[in-house]
């Protein structure tokens, strides 16, 4: 959902082919455009520079915010396992 205060500028980008297809698959997930999909990378990326990252959990890894209505099951986990 766009800001209605904030303007939308039209341009051409070269991405690495891993920014392109995570992009995508962002976009197709959250249903929403491509440039928001990019946008919305760019800014957790510039976030994440200022210091924004979240706080590793006790045993060591560092936990990612969870997207909505995204579930990751054990099954999954096995599942993509197997497949290398």
Do not use: Y
């Not at 303007?7 to 082919?17: C, F, G, I, K």
């Not at 999909?37 to 760019?42: D, G, I, P, Y």
């Amino acid at each position: 959902m766009r800001d209605a205060r904030i303007e939308v500028m039209r341009t051409t980008l070269n991405l690495d082919e891993r920014a392109a297809v995570a992009a995508r698959a962002r976009a197709r997930h959250r249903r929403i455009s491509l440039g928001e999909a990019v946008s919305e990378l760019v800014l957790a990326g510039l976030a994440a520079e200022d210091g924004a990252r979240p706080e590793p959990h006790p045993a060591g890894l560092m936990l990612l915010p969870s997207a909505e209505g995204h579930v990751l099951t054990t099954e999954m986990v096995a599942e993509a396992l197997d497949e290398d």
